[in-house]
Protein backbone atom coordinates (compact mmCIF):
# COMPACT_ATOMS: atom_id res chain seq x y z
CA UNK A 1 0.00 0.00 0.00
CA UNK A 2 2.87 2.19 0.22
CA UNK A 3 3.78 2.95 -2.95
CA UNK A 4 0.20 4.27 -3.91
CA UNK A 5 -0.07 6.25 -0.75
CA UNK A 6 3.46 8.00 -1.88
CA UNK A 7 2.46 8.78 -5.46
CA UNK A 8 -0.90 10.84 -3.62
CA UNK A 9 1.67 12.50 -1.50
CA UNK A 10 3.73 13.40 -4.45
CA UNK A 11 0.60 14.22 -6.45
CA UNK A 12 -0.27 16.61 -3.79
CA UNK A 13 2.85 18.26 -3.36
CA UNK A 14 2.95 18.74 -7.44
CA UNK A 15 -0.65 20.27 -7.38
CA UNK A 16 0.97 23.35 -4.98
CA UNK A 17 3.54 24.34 -6.72
CA UNK A 18 1.82 24.11 -10.09
CA UNK A 19 -0.56 26.22 -9.01
CA UNK A 20 1.40 28.69 -7.28
CA UNK A 21 3.20 29.30 -11.29
CA UNK A 22 -0.81 29.51 -12.64
CA UNK A 23 -1.78 31.93 -10.18
CA UNK A 24 1.62 34.24 -11.01
CA UNK A 25 1.19 33.18 -15.18
CA UNK A 26 -2.54 34.28 -14.77
CA UNK A 27 -1.34 37.95 -12.20
CA UNK A 28 1.47 38.37 -15.32
CA UNK A 29 -0.79 38.07 -18.18
CA UNK A 30 -3.95 40.13 -17.19
CA UNK A 31 -1.24 43.16 -16.21
CA UNK A 32 -0.37 42.58 -20.02
CA UNK A 33 -3.35 44.32 -21.24
CA UNK A 34 -6.67 44.83 -19.94
CA UNK A 35 -9.26 42.30 -21.29
CA UNK A 36 -12.97 42.24 -20.35
CA UNK A 37 -14.33 40.52 -17.22
CA UNK A 38 -16.15 38.07 -19.68
CA UNK A 39 -12.82 36.85 -20.99
CA UNK A 40 -11.41 37.29 -17.86
CA UNK A 41 -13.50 34.75 -16.14
CA UNK A 42 -12.80 32.34 -19.12
CA UNK A 43 -9.27 32.03 -17.96
CA UNK A 44 -9.64 31.61 -14.76
CA UNK A 45 -11.87 28.81 -15.42
CA UNK A 46 -8.94 27.33 -17.63
CA UNK A 47 -6.39 28.12 -14.33
CA UNK A 48 -8.59 26.49 -12.36
CA UNK A 49 -9.12 23.13 -14.85
CA UNK A 50 -5.19 23.32 -15.10
CA UNK A 51 -4.45 22.91 -11.98
CA UNK A 52 -6.21 20.27 -10.68
CA UNK A 53 -5.14 18.03 -13.77
CA UNK A 54 -1.52 19.20 -14.45
CA UNK A 55 -0.84 17.04 -10.78
CA UNK A 56 -1.80 13.92 -13.00
CA UNK A 57 0.89 14.41 -15.61
CA UNK A 58 2.90 12.68 -13.37
CA UNK A 59 1.24 9.65 -14.50
CA UNK A 60 2.37 10.44 -18.30
CA UNK A 61 5.23 7.63 -19.93
CA UNK A 62 8.69 8.35 -17.95
CA UNK A 63 10.86 7.34 -15.55
CA UNK A 64 9.67 6.67 -12.25
CA UNK A 65 12.08 8.94 -9.84
CA UNK A 66 9.35 8.33 -6.75
CA UNK A 67 8.98 5.04 -6.22
CA UNK A 68 12.70 4.34 -6.47
CA UNK A 69 13.26 7.46 -3.85
CA UNK A 70 10.05 6.31 -1.61
CA UNK A 71 11.12 6.72 1.93
CA UNK A 72 8.79 3.40 2.77
CA UNK A 73 11.06 1.28 0.30
CA UNK A 74 14.20 2.52 2.03
CA UNK A 75 13.46 1.71 5.87
CA UNK A 76 12.21 -1.94 4.02
CA UNK A 77 15.74 -2.57 3.68
CA UNK A 78 18.53 -1.52 6.01
CA UNK A 79 21.62 -1.67 4.30
CA UNK A 80 24.95 -2.50 6.00
CA UNK A 81 26.75 -0.13 8.50
CA UNK A 82 23.50 1.55 9.38
CA UNK A 83 24.26 0.60 13.24
CA UNK A 84 25.23 2.81 15.45
CA UNK A 85 24.38 4.42 18.70
CA UNK A 86 21.13 5.33 19.88
CA UNK A 87 22.13 9.14 19.61
CA UNK A 88 23.65 9.37 16.53
CA UNK A 89 21.43 11.05 13.59
CA UNK A 90 21.08 7.35 11.30
CA UNK A 91 19.22 5.90 14.32
CA UNK A 92 17.31 8.89 14.56
CA UNK A 93 16.47 9.23 10.76
CA UNK A 94 15.56 5.50 10.63
CA UNK A 95 13.12 6.09 13.66
CA UNK A 96 11.06 9.41 11.56
CA UNK A 97 11.05 7.80 8.49
CA UNK A 98 9.18 5.35 10.13
CA UNK A 99 7.22 7.83 11.53
CA UNK A 100 6.28 9.42 8.63
CA UNK A 101 5.43 6.09 6.99
CA UNK A 102 2.95 5.80 9.88
CA UNK A 103 1.81 9.02 9.65
CA UNK A 104 0.85 8.65 5.46
CA UNK A 105 -2.26 6.44 6.17
CA UNK A 106 -3.50 9.49 8.43
CA UNK A 107 -2.91 12.13 5.93
CA UNK A 108 -5.23 9.88 3.51
CA UNK A 109 -7.76 9.17 6.24
CA UNK A 110 -8.20 12.96 6.52
CA UNK A 111 -8.35 13.59 3.17
CA UNK A 112 -11.20 11.50 2.90
CA UNK A 113 -12.67 12.17 5.61
CA UNK A 114 -12.74 16.33 4.52
CA UNK A 115 -13.72 15.05 1.01
CA UNK A 116 -16.69 13.56 2.61
CA UNK A 117 -17.82 16.38 4.49
CA UNK A 118 -17.16 19.04 1.42
CA UNK A 119 -19.30 16.39 -0.61
CA UNK A 120 -22.03 16.75 2.75
CA UNK A 121 -22.28 20.41 2.30
CA UNK A 122 -22.32 20.10 -1.59
CA UNK A 123 -25.15 17.51 -1.33
CA UNK A 124 -26.89 19.86 1.57
CA UNK A 125 -26.84 22.86 -0.95
CA UNK A 126 -28.68 20.76 -3.89
CA UNK A 127 -31.32 20.05 -1.22
CA UNK A 128 -31.73 23.15 -0.19
CA UNK A 129 -31.67 24.62 -3.90
CA UNK A 130 -34.27 22.13 -4.99
CA UNK A 131 -36.52 23.21 -1.89
CA UNK A 132 -36.08 26.61 -3.01
CA UNK A 133 -37.23 26.08 -6.66
CA UNK A 134 -40.09 23.88 -5.23
CA UNK A 135 -41.71 26.40 -2.98
CA UNK A 136 -41.15 29.19 -4.86
CA UNK A 137 -44.11 30.67 -7.16
CA UNK A 138 -45.33 31.29 -10.78
CA UNK A 139 -44.73 35.03 -11.18
CA UNK A 140 -46.36 36.11 -14.61
CA UNK A 141 -45.67 39.54 -14.42
CA UNK A 142 -41.90 39.09 -14.35
CA UNK A 143 -42.62 37.20 -17.20
CA UNK A 144 -44.36 39.70 -19.38
CA UNK A 145 -40.97 41.92 -18.12
CA UNK A 146 -38.88 40.19 -19.37
CA UNK A 147 -40.72 39.10 -22.55
CA UNK A 148 -38.33 37.54 -24.73
CA UNK A 149 -35.19 37.92 -22.35
CA UNK A 150 -35.51 34.16 -20.90
CA UNK A 151 -33.11 31.57 -22.35
CA UNK A 152 -35.31 28.26 -23.03
CA UNK A 153 -36.11 26.00 -20.30
CA UNK A 154 -35.47 29.04 -18.15
CA UNK A 155 -38.36 30.54 -15.39
CA UNK A 156 -38.54 33.30 -12.96
CA UNK A 157 -40.08 32.91 -9.88
CA UNK A 158 -41.09 34.71 -6.50
CA UNK A 159 -39.14 33.09 -3.29
CA UNK A 160 -40.17 34.58 0.60
CA UNK A 161 -37.36 32.29 1.66
CA UNK A 162 -34.72 34.63 -0.15
CA UNK A 163 -32.93 37.82 0.24
CA UNK A 164 -31.08 37.94 -3.01
CA UNK A 165 -31.77 36.80 -6.60
CA UNK A 166 -30.20 33.81 -7.83
CA UNK A 167 -30.22 31.19 -10.29
CA UNK A 168 -30.75 27.70 -9.05
CA UNK A 169 -31.11 24.24 -11.10
CA UNK A 170 -29.20 22.36 -13.69
CA UNK A 171 -31.07 21.15 -16.52
CA UNK A 172 -34.10 23.09 -15.77
CA UNK A 173 -33.07 26.63 -14.44
CA UNK A 174 -34.92 29.05 -12.58
CA UNK A 175 -34.43 32.66 -11.59
CA UNK A 176 -35.88 33.35 -7.97
CA UNK A 177 -36.43 37.06 -6.50
CA UNK A 178 -37.29 37.81 -3.04
CA UNK A 179 -40.96 38.48 -2.85
CA UNK A 180 -40.23 41.82 -1.13
CA UNK A 181 -37.23 42.60 -3.29
CA UNK A 182 -39.87 42.60 -6.29
CA UNK A 183 -42.07 44.58 -4.61
CA UNK A 184 -39.89 47.42 -3.21
CA UNK A 185 -37.39 47.71 -6.47
CA UNK A 186 -38.28 50.09 -9.46
CA UNK A 187 -38.72 48.45 -12.63
CA UNK A 188 -35.83 49.66 -14.22
CA UNK A 189 -33.61 48.43 -11.34
CA UNK A 190 -35.07 45.34 -11.38
CA UNK A 191 -34.92 44.75 -14.81
CA UNK A 192 -30.74 45.59 -14.89
CA UNK A 193 -30.64 42.85 -12.03
CA UNK A 194 -32.69 40.29 -13.65
CA UNK A 195 -30.24 40.79 -17.02
CA UNK A 196 -27.30 39.61 -14.75
CA UNK A 197 -28.95 36.92 -13.53
CA UNK A 198 -30.01 36.06 -16.95
CA UNK A 199 -26.11 36.46 -17.71
CA UNK A 200 -25.53 33.63 -15.32
CA UNK A 201 -28.02 31.24 -17.55
CA UNK A 202 -26.74 31.97 -20.60
CA UNK A 203 -23.07 31.18 -19.68
CA UNK A 204 -24.33 27.55 -17.83
CA UNK A 205 -22.16 29.09 -15.13
CA UNK A 206 -24.14 26.75 -12.85
CA UNK A 207 -22.51 23.63 -14.49
CA UNK A 208 -19.03 25.38 -14.19
CA UNK A 209 -20.15 25.80 -10.62
CA UNK A 210 -20.55 22.59 -9.44
CA UNK A 211 -17.67 21.07 -11.52
CA UNK A 212 -15.71 23.98 -9.04
CA UNK A 213 -17.41 22.84 -5.56
CA UNK A 214 -16.25 18.87 -6.99
CA UNK A 215 -12.98 20.13 -7.65
CA UNK A 216 -12.52 22.15 -4.37
CA UNK A 217 -14.49 19.21 -2.62
CA UNK A 218 -11.23 17.05 -3.78
CA UNK A 219 -8.72 19.23 -3.23
CA UNK A 220 -10.36 21.36 0.09
CA UNK A 221 -6.83 21.36 1.76
CA UNK A 222 -5.01 23.17 -0.73
CA UNK A 223 -5.13 27.19 -0.40
CA UNK A 224 -4.02 27.94 -3.63
CA UNK A 225 -6.89 26.11 -5.59
CA UNK A 226 -9.50 27.93 -3.05
CA UNK A 227 -7.57 31.61 -3.68
CA UNK A 228 -8.00 30.34 -7.73
CA UNK A 229 -11.98 29.44 -7.16
CA UNK A 230 -12.58 33.13 -5.45
CA UNK A 231 -10.67 34.85 -8.18
CA UNK A 232 -13.04 32.68 -10.95
CA UNK A 233 -16.11 33.70 -8.48
CA UNK A 234 -15.51 37.26 -8.78
CA UNK A 235 -15.04 36.85 -12.46
CA UNK A 236 -17.62 35.57 -13.21
CA UNK A 237 -20.08 37.80 -11.56
CA UNK A 238 -17.96 40.77 -13.24
CA UNK A 239 -18.68 38.70 -16.51
CA UNK A 240 -22.27 39.20 -15.58
CA UNK A 241 -22.29 42.44 -14.53
CA UNK A 242 -20.74 43.42 -18.08
CA UNK A 243 -23.36 41.67 -20.14
CA UNK A 244 -26.10 43.14 -18.30
CA UNK A 245 -24.37 46.62 -18.85
CA UNK A 246 -23.99 46.30 -22.31
CA UNK A 247 -27.59 45.19 -22.63
CA UNK A 248 -29.06 48.25 -20.89
CA UNK A 249 -26.32 50.44 -22.74
CA UNK A 250 -24.86 52.28 -19.86
CA UNK A 251 -22.48 50.84 -17.14
CA UNK A 252 -22.80 53.73 -14.97
CA UNK A 253 -27.02 53.46 -14.54
CA UNK A 254 -26.22 49.52 -14.24
CA UNK A 255 -23.80 50.04 -11.40
CA UNK A 256 -26.62 52.74 -9.90
CA UNK A 257 -29.29 50.07 -10.07
CA UNK A 258 -26.47 47.41 -8.44
CA UNK A 259 -26.20 49.94 -5.31
CA UNK A 260 -29.96 50.23 -5.19
CA UNK A 261 -30.88 46.64 -4.74
CA UNK A 262 -27.51 46.13 -2.55
CA UNK A 263 -29.37 48.94 0.21
CA UNK A 264 -32.47 46.51 -0.38
CA UNK A 265 -30.98 43.41 0.29
CA UNK A 266 -29.01 44.09 2.73
CA UNK A 267 -32.12 45.84 5.01
CA UNK A 268 -32.91 41.64 4.22
CA UNK A 269 -30.08 39.85 5.24
CA UNK A 270 -28.50 37.69 2.65
CA UNK A 271 -27.55 34.01 3.06
CA UNK A 272 -25.06 32.39 0.29
CA UNK A 273 -26.38 28.35 -0.89
CA UNK A 274 -23.79 26.62 -2.51
CA UNK A 275 -25.55 25.59 -5.31
CA UNK A 276 -27.03 28.48 -6.28
CA UNK A 277 -25.99 31.34 -8.25
CA UNK A 278 -26.39 34.91 -6.40
CA UNK A 279 -25.72 38.26 -7.39
CA UNK A 280 -24.09 39.66 -3.84
CA UNK A 281 -21.53 38.07 -2.12
CA UNK A 282 -18.71 39.74 -0.11
CA UNK A 283 -18.35 43.31 0.25
CA UNK A 284 -14.64 43.39 -1.08
CA UNK A 285 -16.15 41.79 -4.29
CA UNK A 286 -18.79 44.28 -4.46
CA UNK A 287 -16.68 47.34 -4.69
CA UNK A 288 -14.24 45.59 -6.94
CA UNK A 289 -17.39 44.79 -8.92
CA UNK A 290 -18.83 48.71 -9.38
CA UNK A 291 -14.92 50.00 -9.94
CA UNK A 292 -14.63 47.55 -12.92
CA UNK A 293 -18.42 48.98 -14.06
CA UNK A 294 -17.42 52.70 -13.43
CA UNK A 295 -13.94 51.78 -15.51
CA UNK A 296 -15.74 49.72 -17.75
CA UNK A 297 -14.82 50.67 -21.73
CA UNK A 298 -17.18 48.90 -24.43
CA UNK A 299 -14.62 48.78 -26.49
CA UNK A 300 -12.25 46.65 -24.85
CA UNK A 301 -15.69 44.90 -23.79
CA UNK A 302 -16.63 43.88 -27.67
CA UNK A 303 -12.65 43.35 -28.63
CA UNK A 304 -11.45 41.42 -25.79
CA UNK A 305 -11.89 37.84 -26.93
CA UNK A 306 -8.23 38.11 -29.23
CA UNK A 307 -6.04 39.19 -26.78
CA UNK A 308 -8.08 36.81 -24.09
CA UNK A 309 -7.26 34.04 -26.16
CA UNK A 310 -3.79 34.85 -27.02
CA UNK A 311 -3.12 35.88 -23.39
CA UNK A 312 -5.07 32.60 -22.52
CA UNK A 313 -2.56 30.34 -25.00
CA UNK A 314 0.83 31.76 -23.08
CA UNK A 315 -1.05 30.58 -19.89
CA UNK A 316 -1.58 27.60 -21.36
CA UNK A 317 1.50 26.60 -23.11
CA UNK A 318 3.85 27.88 -20.40
CA UNK A 319 1.94 26.14 -17.73
CA UNK A 320 2.11 22.44 -19.74
CA UNK A 321 5.57 23.12 -20.53
CA UNK A 322 6.64 23.47 -17.09
CA UNK A 323 4.64 20.65 -15.57
CA UNK A 324 5.78 18.41 -18.25
CA UNK A 325 9.64 19.08 -17.88
CA UNK A 326 9.34 18.81 -13.91
CA UNK A 327 6.96 16.90 -12.77
CA UNK A 328 8.62 13.63 -12.20
CA UNK A 329 6.70 10.18 -13.56
CA UNK A 330 4.88 7.64 -11.60
CA UNK A 331 3.54 6.21 -14.65
CA UNK A 332 0.44 4.15 -14.07
CA UNK A 333 1.65 1.24 -15.75
CA UNK A 334 5.28 1.27 -13.86
CA UNK A 335 3.22 2.13 -10.71
CA UNK A 336 1.63 -1.20 -11.00
CA UNK A 337 4.91 -3.29 -12.10
CA UNK A 338 6.57 -1.93 -9.13
CA UNK A 339 3.76 -2.58 -6.80
CA UNK A 340 3.38 -6.06 -8.14
CA UNK A 341 6.81 -6.38 -8.10
CA UNK A 342 6.82 -5.33 -4.18
CA UNK A 343 4.53 -8.15 -3.22
CA UNK A 344 6.29 -10.81 -5.18
CA UNK A 345 9.80 -9.68 -3.53
CA UNK A 346 7.82 -9.62 -0.10
CA UNK A 347 6.15 -13.03 -0.70
CA UNK A 348 10.31 -14.14 -0.97
CA UNK A 349 11.44 -12.50 1.38
CA UNK A 350 8.63 -13.97 3.78
CA UNK A 351 9.98 -17.47 2.15
CA UNK A 352 13.53 -16.72 3.22
CA UNK A 353 12.77 -15.63 6.73
CA UNK A 354 10.98 -18.57 7.43
CA UNK A 355 13.69 -20.88 5.91
CA UNK A 356 16.74 -18.97 8.14
CA UNK A 357 14.09 -19.48 10.64
CA UNK A 358 13.48 -23.81 9.97
CA UNK A 359 17.36 -24.14 9.17
CA UNK A 360 16.82 -24.88 5.87
CA UNK A 361 20.33 -24.59 4.42
CA UNK A 362 19.71 -25.12 0.96
CA UNK A 363 16.28 -22.98 0.94
CA UNK A 364 18.01 -19.92 1.71
CA UNK A 365 20.96 -20.60 -0.30
CA UNK A 366 18.67 -20.92 -3.49
CA UNK A 367 16.38 -17.89 -2.17
CA UNK A 368 19.43 -15.96 -2.10
CA UNK A 369 21.21 -16.69 -5.43
CA UNK A 370 17.47 -16.15 -7.44
CA UNK A 371 18.18 -12.49 -6.55
CA UNK A 372 16.45 -12.44 -2.86
CA UNK A 373 18.52 -9.81 -0.79
CA UNK A 374 20.09 -11.38 2.33
CA UNK A 375 19.75 -8.11 4.51
CA UNK A 376 15.78 -7.92 3.67
CA UNK A 377 13.42 -7.50 6.78
CA UNK A 378 10.17 -8.75 7.72
CA UNK A 379 8.45 -6.50 10.16
CA UNK A 380 8.03 -8.17 13.54
CA UNK A 381 10.09 -10.55 12.69
CA UNK A 382 13.59 -9.18 11.14
CA UNK A 383 16.19 -10.28 9.57
CA UNK A 384 17.40 -13.86 8.04
CA UNK A 385 20.24 -13.52 10.32
CA UNK A 386 18.02 -12.02 13.48
CA UNK A 387 16.09 -14.86 12.78
CA UNK A 388 19.02 -17.59 12.78
CA UNK A 389 20.57 -16.10 15.68
CA UNK A 390 17.70 -15.88 17.88
CA UNK A 391 17.25 -19.02 16.89
CA UNK A 392 21.17 -20.48 17.92
CA UNK A 393 21.12 -21.96 14.52
CA UNK A 394 24.94 -21.39 14.37
CA UNK A 395 25.44 -23.26 11.19
CA UNK A 396 22.79 -20.97 9.47
CA UNK A 397 24.28 -17.48 11.03
CA UNK A 398 27.92 -19.07 9.63
CA UNK A 399 26.21 -19.71 6.38
CA UNK A 400 23.88 -15.90 6.37
CA UNK A 401 27.95 -14.41 7.11
CA UNK A 402 28.74 -15.80 4.10
CA UNK A 403 26.43 -14.86 1.83
CA UNK A 404 27.22 -11.34 3.02
CA UNK A 405 24.69 -10.62 5.87
CA UNK A 406 25.64 -7.61 7.54
CA UNK A 407 26.67 -8.80 11.01
CA UNK A 408 25.23 -5.33 12.46
CA UNK A 409 22.75 -4.68 10.93
CA UNK A 410 19.17 -3.85 12.58
CA UNK A 411 15.08 -3.86 12.88
CA UNK A 412 13.65 -1.64 14.65
CA UNK A 413 11.60 -3.59 17.17
CA UNK A 414 13.64 -6.80 16.73
CA UNK A 415 16.83 -5.74 17.86
CA UNK A 416 19.75 -6.88 15.99
CA UNK A 417 21.95 -10.29 15.70
CA UNK A 418 24.08 -9.87 18.62
CA UNK A 419 21.55 -8.39 20.76
CA UNK A 420 19.00 -11.07 19.90
CA UNK A 421 21.66 -14.21 20.62
CA UNK A 422 22.63 -12.41 23.48
CA UNK A 423 19.21 -12.32 24.77
CA UNK A 424 18.62 -15.63 24.58
CA UNK A 425 21.87 -16.63 25.67
CA UNK A 426 23.18 -18.52 22.64
CA UNK A 427 26.95 -18.39 23.73
CA UNK A 428 28.53 -20.19 20.09
CA UNK A 429 26.53 -17.30 17.84
CA UNK A 430 27.35 -15.13 20.20
CA UNK A 431 31.13 -15.65 19.88
CA UNK A 432 30.95 -15.99 16.03
CA UNK A 433 28.95 -12.61 16.03
CA UNK A 434 31.81 -10.56 17.87
CA UNK A 435 34.68 -13.01 15.70
CA UNK A 436 32.62 -11.05 12.43
CA UNK A 437 33.40 -7.41 13.73
CA UNK A 438 29.50 -7.30 15.57
CA UNK A 439 29.23 -4.11 17.41
CA UNK A 440 29.79 -5.04 21.21
CA UNK A 441 28.38 -1.59 22.24
CA UNK A 442 25.42 -0.97 19.52
CA UNK A 443 22.83 0.45 20.14
CA UNK A 444 19.50 -0.28 18.91
CA UNK A 445 15.80 1.94 19.25
CA UNK A 446 13.41 0.01 21.72
CA UNK A 447 16.38 -3.02 22.05
CA UNK A 448 19.13 -1.00 23.85
CA UNK A 449 22.56 -3.19 23.58
CA UNK A 450 23.80 -6.68 23.83
CA UNK A 451 24.99 -6.28 27.38
CA UNK A 452 22.34 -5.23 29.20
CA UNK A 453 19.72 -7.45 27.46
CA UNK A 454 22.34 -10.41 28.15
CA UNK A 455 21.85 -8.91 32.22
CA UNK A 456 18.24 -8.84 32.08
CA UNK A 457 18.25 -12.27 31.25
CA UNK A 458 20.82 -13.64 33.77
CA UNK A 459 23.07 -14.91 31.21
CA UNK A 460 26.46 -14.21 33.27
CA UNK A 461 28.60 -16.42 30.96
CA UNK A 462 27.60 -13.75 27.89
CA UNK A 463 27.84 -10.78 30.11
CA UNK A 464 31.28 -11.61 31.06
CA UNK A 465 32.23 -12.49 27.17
CA UNK A 466 30.90 -9.01 26.19
CA UNK A 467 32.39 -7.16 28.74
CA UNK A 468 35.88 -9.06 27.85
CA UNK A 469 35.47 -7.71 23.81
CA UNK A 470 34.98 -4.15 25.32
CA UNK A 471 31.07 -3.77 26.08
CA UNK A 472 30.60 -0.85 28.51
CA UNK A 473 29.33 -1.56 31.26
CA UNK A 474 27.89 2.33 31.91
CA UNK A 475 26.67 2.40 28.68
CA UNK A 476 22.77 3.32 29.38
CA UNK A 477 19.78 4.06 26.97
CA UNK A 478 16.75 6.74 28.36
CA UNK A 479 13.50 4.32 27.56
CA UNK A 480 10.01 4.78 29.17
CA UNK A 481 10.78 7.94 30.99
CA UNK A 482 13.70 6.10 32.72
CA UNK A 483 17.17 4.95 32.12
CA UNK A 484 18.29 1.65 31.52
CA UNK A 485 21.79 0.47 32.40
CA UNK A 486 23.40 -3.36 32.18
CA UNK A 487 23.38 -2.97 36.26
CA UNK A 488 20.02 -1.39 36.85
CA UNK A 489 18.35 -4.48 34.71
CA UNK A 490 20.94 -7.08 35.75
CA UNK A 491 18.57 -10.49 36.88
CA UNK A 492 20.92 -12.64 39.13
CA UNK A 493 22.98 -11.44 42.33
CA UNK A 494 26.05 -13.26 40.40
CA UNK A 495 25.39 -10.78 37.09
CA UNK A 496 24.81 -7.58 39.63
CA UNK A 497 28.20 -8.81 41.74
CA UNK A 498 30.01 -9.20 38.47
CA UNK A 499 29.12 -5.72 36.50
CA UNK A 500 29.62 -4.14 40.45
CA UNK A 501 33.30 -5.43 39.77
CA UNK A 502 33.73 -4.23 36.74
CA UNK A 503 32.63 -0.64 37.76
CA UNK A 504 28.96 -0.51 36.72
CA UNK A 505 26.57 2.10 38.11
CA UNK A 506 23.00 1.94 38.32
CA UNK A 507 22.46 5.00 36.11
CA UNK A 508 25.27 4.51 34.00
CA UNK A 509 27.62 6.67 33.01
Known sequence: ?????????????????????????????????????????????????????SPLAAFLPGADPVAEAAPAARAAVLLPGEI????????DNAFLVQLLSALKPIAIAAWLLGFAWQLWRLLGGWVEARRLQRTARAAPQLDHLLAQELPRNTAVKMSNRIASPMVVGLSRQCILVPE?????????VLLDILQHEIAHVRRRDMW????????????????LLRLIGTRLDLAREMACDERAALRSGES??????????????????????????????????????????????????????????????????????????VTPRVGYAAL?????????????????????????????????????????RV????????????AGNLQMVDALLRLGAPVDQYSLRDGNPLIVAAMKGHHDVVDRLIEAGANVNAVVTYDETPLINAAREGHLSIVTC????????????????????????????????????KGARPDGS
Request: charge should be positive; aromatic fraction near 6%; charged fraction near 20%.
Open 336 to 376: VAKTDDAQSQNGKVELLIEAAEAGRLEEVRRLVRSGVRVDA
Open 208 to 223: ISLAQRLFLAVYWWSP
Open 84 to 91: VPASSTTT
Open 180 to 188: ALAAELPQP
Open 252 to 325: KAYAASLLTSVDKVLSLGHQRHLLASGIFDTRKGLTHRIEGLLNMDPKTQRSGYRPALALGAVVLMASVALTLA
Open 379 to 390: DGTGTALIVAAR
Open 1 to 53: MSAPLDVVLVIAAQHLWQSAVLLLLAWAAFKLRPISADARSWIWLCVLVLAVV
Open 466 to 501: LVDKGADVNLAVRADFGVRSPLNQAHGEDVRRYLIS
